[in-house]
T-cell receptor, first 113, second 117 residues
Framework: EAGVVQSPRYKIIEKKQPVAFWCNPI?????LYWYLQNLGQGPELLIR????????DSQLPKDRFSAERLKGVDSTLKIQPAELGDSAVYLC???????????FGPGTRLTVT | DQQVKQNSPSLSVQEGRISILNCDYT??????FLWYKKYPAEGPTFLIS???IKDKNEDGRFTVFLNKSAKHLSLHIVPSQPGDSAVYFC??????WGGGSNYKLTFGKGTLLTVNP
């Protein structure tokens, strides 16, 4: 069974540029999560989707971050414009339902210069 | 304010010995606890969990102990193997109150375990 797929794996951009990350969850998983992991820290939840609905986006900085999960499958996370402090690993995870075990993708390492 | 604390950034043990990783939490609402393992350039992988109604859960070489009164949990790995070398994250979640959006994992900063051959 294929795991959670994320792309790109690495991204280097200049500050003020836009960037987007893509996530394909495990087939059949209704719940999808985006996490931010800063260096030396644990993952922090940014947003959680149940199917197409964002049910918890309280930690998403909405002035520059946006996310969507059209058709309740793939999801994209966008930052516009990026700032130096956005340099981090962005992890996507999915689970069968809101209480299920979360399976993480390998993450996208973003470097903003 | 760190609600889940892993105070040891790193731990080094000899192969075959016991590894004990510790985790403390401050939020009394947490009632479900998990350990994740992470290798470099990979995402975290679920290892073992425990509900607050239990004080011990065992899965092969891995055992998690929960002391609710002390708000402390620990992960024991016996015997430790070189392949266990990774970063271990402790995570906690409040109960799911049916219909709300309260289910949310809070992670600690992680402990780097190195098992020496």
């Amino acid at each position: 069974e294929a795991g959670v797929v994320q792309s790109p794996r690495y991204k280097i951009i200049e500050k003020k540029q836009p960037v987007a990350f893509w996530c394909n969850p495990i087939s059949g998983h209704n719940t999808l999560y985006w996490y931010l992991q800063n260096l030396g820290q644990g993952p922090e939840l940014l947003i959680r989707y149940e199917n197409e609905e964002a049910v918890d986006d309280s930690q998403l900085p909405k002035d520059r971050f946006s996310a969507e999960r059209l058709k309740g499958v793939d999801s994209t996370l966008k930052i516009q414009p990026a700032e130096l402090g956005d340099s981090a690993v962005y992890l996507c995870a999915s689970s069968l339902d809101r209480l299920g075990e979360q399976y993480f993708g390998p993450g996208t390492r973003l470097t903003v210069t | 304010d760190q609600q889940v604390k892993q105070n040891s950034p790193s731990l080094s043990v000899q192969e075959g010995r016991i590894s004990i990783l510790n985790c403390d939490y401050t939020n009394s609402m947490f009632d479900y606890f998990l350990w994740y393992k992470k290798y470099p350039a990979e995402g975290p992988t679920f290892l073992i969990s425990i509900s607050s109604i239990k004080d011990k859960n065992e899965d092969g070489r891995f055992t998690v102990f929960l002391n609710k009164s002390a708000k402390h949990l620990s992960l024991h790995i016996v015997p430790s193997q070189p392949g266990d070398s990774a970063v271990y994250f402790c995570a906690a979640s409040p109960p799911y109150w049916g219909g709300g959006s309260n289910y949310k994992l809070t992670f600690g900063k992680g402990t780097l375990l190195t098992v020496n051959p």
